[in-house]
């Protein structure tokens, strides 16, 4: 699908078509963006459950016509109280946070709470809908069944031995004990029930009440350290969005502990680089290479800076070491070779995510991106309750000089960053992607080949892509093409320096991308990446 759709009362994006459908619905029926979002993350909870669930953390900007800039939601969750490096190093783990099994699961799950946060911001835009109207199609789905799509096929098969070795991870996605092939009909009742419990006693119940005992006591028989008291500690964030100022408006994501600052970093870095001079035109050699040597620089700076906010601080908007100051962004930008490209050796980083939008009849426009990390997360799965447990704890570092060190309630390292752009020609433009690293990377593609460069929505989404270093199961550091990339553009980046790889035309390793555009006379625009399931459901 290269035709951008378009409508005028409404629009959903999300990677799976029913997620779409499901918040459409909400809007139909007179619910706002925010509860629209709310109903399709939930519904992608039970319908996609290799990239998001229940038991994984989100994030979250929410914009209103005037405003100055959206708000910022931070549902991340905190280590356990009683995760140390030396209970890691007890078990065996010397060396780094083991990815799978309950030593992984050693985060609280916050995505739930950011419902919350975000349903209690949009009450004061007027009538809201019930909560367990906005969970029915998640439960409906998860009850009566979903077809299995061909990615969450294949990472069954794919990581079946490590997967079918978790706590409660056969009983709920092995039935029969094989993996489910795709277009099969896959149930999750725990699942279901704990959906309609959470619409009947609320969403608080999922930390301190029913809900949040049956995690606990199911947490501490897997063998993970989180307890009933880490779960009621836990609140979402409001918080102030970082913003970049750049030629076509102002550009917003989240601070710390999310990555979001290497996603706005690198739109600085390419349009100084354009400014500089450089003859940079769209799908050439110069814009790829540009970007690819922006993000490194950006990940050098990220990696020194992200950790939990309260045990390394990040620097105040303004201050002399702000890496969004125009200066610091000069002299990165001085720094790119634009015939050569910096050696990488980048840290492994991987994942598997979900990013949702909507804009309601109103204006009022939501982006958000919602994980459990890992495909699957921990793999470990809560019986009582069918929910998932994420991994993100696997963003700690076990070194204690590390901006992500592992102690006790702390948050971890996140790669997931959603990005909202108020374009100075009055568009609104929320937009994001899942994939671990390459999400900054993606953010970047999407804007610079809609904003700057003029392409269609759709087009820029689709259009083939890259993905700088390693991830999650691949020890190689590569520069990744889709097989679409045209030959002379791939010559040119092996002949500068860069280790290219060719993959598939649209390989899912480049993430499932998404966006809206509003424009000032009320017309939406949306976009759905091919790489996935979704769809742009609009009316």
């Known amino acids: 699908m290269l035709h951008t759709p378009r409508a005028r009362r409404g629009m959903v994006v999300t990677p799976h078509h029913l997620a779409s459908q499901a918040g459409l619905a909400i809007l139909r029926e007179g619910g706002n963006a925010v509860e629209a979002v709310v ?36 549902a991340s969750g905190r280590s356990g109280a009683a995760v140390t490096p030396d209970l890691l190093r007890t078990a065996g783990h010397t060396h780094q946070i083991p990815r799978r099994g309950p030593l992984a699961a050693i985060t609280v799950a916050g995505a739930v709470s950011g419902w919350a946060a975000a349903l209690d911001h949009a009450r004061a835009w007027g009538p809201t809908l019930p909560l367990p109207r906005l969970l029915e199609e998640a439960q409906w789905h998860a009850r009566h069944g979903f077809a299995v799509t061909a ?11 490590v997967l079918a070795a978790q706590p409660g991870f056969a009983a709920q996605f092995l039935p029969d004990g094989t993996c ?45 350290p989180l307890t009933a ?51 940079i035109e769209p799908e050439t050699f110069a814009h790829l290479h540009a970007i690819v040597e922006a993000t490194k620089r950006a990940f050098r700076m990220r990696d020194g800076l992200v950790g939990d906010p309260d045990h390394a601080p990040y620097p105040a908007p303004g201050s002399a070491t702000d890496p969004l100051l125009p200066d610091r962004l000069d002299g990165l930008a001085r720094d790119v070779d634009m015939a050569l490209a ?14 949702l939008g909507a804009v309601d009849a109103q204006g009022r426009a939501v982006s958000c991106i919602q994980s459990i990390y890992f495909e699957f997360g921990s793999g470990v799965v809560l019986p009582r309750t069918g929910i998932t447990w994420q991994n993100r704890g696997c ?71 890259w993905l700088l270093g390693r991830t999650w199961g691949d020890d190689a550091v590569h520069l990744r093409l889709e097989g679409r990339i045209a030959p002379d553009v791939a010559d040119g980046l092996r002949a ?44």
């Open 39 to 74: 109903a399709a993350a939930a519904t992608l909870c039970a319908i996609y459950p290799h990239m998001t669930g229940l038991g994984g953390d989100g994030f979250w900007l929410i914009h209103e016509p005037g405003a100055p800039a959206p708000v910022g939601i931070d």
């Open 342 to 355: 910096l050696p990488w050796p980048a840290p492994p980083s991987g994942g598997d995510t979900v990013w």
């Open 496 to 539: 500068a320096g860069h280790p290219v790889r060719m993959v598939g035309d649209y390989d899912p390793v480049m993430g499932h991308a998404g966006a809206i555009v509003r424009h000032p006379d009320g017309t939406l625009e949306g976009a759905v990446d091919p790489r996935g399931d979704g769809c742009v459901a609009a009316w």
């Open 229 to 279: 008291a880490d779960l009621a500690d836990h609140r979402a964030s409001l918080v102030t969005p970082l913003s970049l100022r750049l030629e076509q408006g102002q550009v917003f994501n989240l601070p710390p502990p999310s990555q979001g600052v290497a996603s706005l970093c690198i739109l600085g870095i390419f349009e100084r680089l354009r400014a500089a001079g450089a003859a």
């Open 180 to 224: 489910p092939p795709e277009g099969s009909t896959l149930r999750l009742p725990a699942l279901a029930d704990t959906l309609h419990t959470l619409g009947i006693r609320g969403l608080d119940d999922f930390y301190r009440g029913r809900i949040a005992a049956a995690m606990a006591a199911d947490l501490a028989r897997a063998g993970s």
């Open 395 to 465: 963003g700690f570092s076990i070194h204690a000089d590390s901006p992500a060190a592992l102690a006790p309630r702390r948050k971890p390292f996140h790669t997931l960053n959603p990005a909202m752009a108020l374009l100075a020609d009055g568009r609104v433009m929320p937009y994001g992607t899942m994939g671990g690293e390459g999400q900054p990377q993606t953010q970047a593609a999407v804007f610079t080949r809609h904003v700057v460069f003029g392409q269609p929505l759709q087009q820029a989404v689709s259009a083939p892509r």
């Open 151 to 161: 990615g969450h096929h294949a990472l069954v098969r794919d990581n079946m031995e």
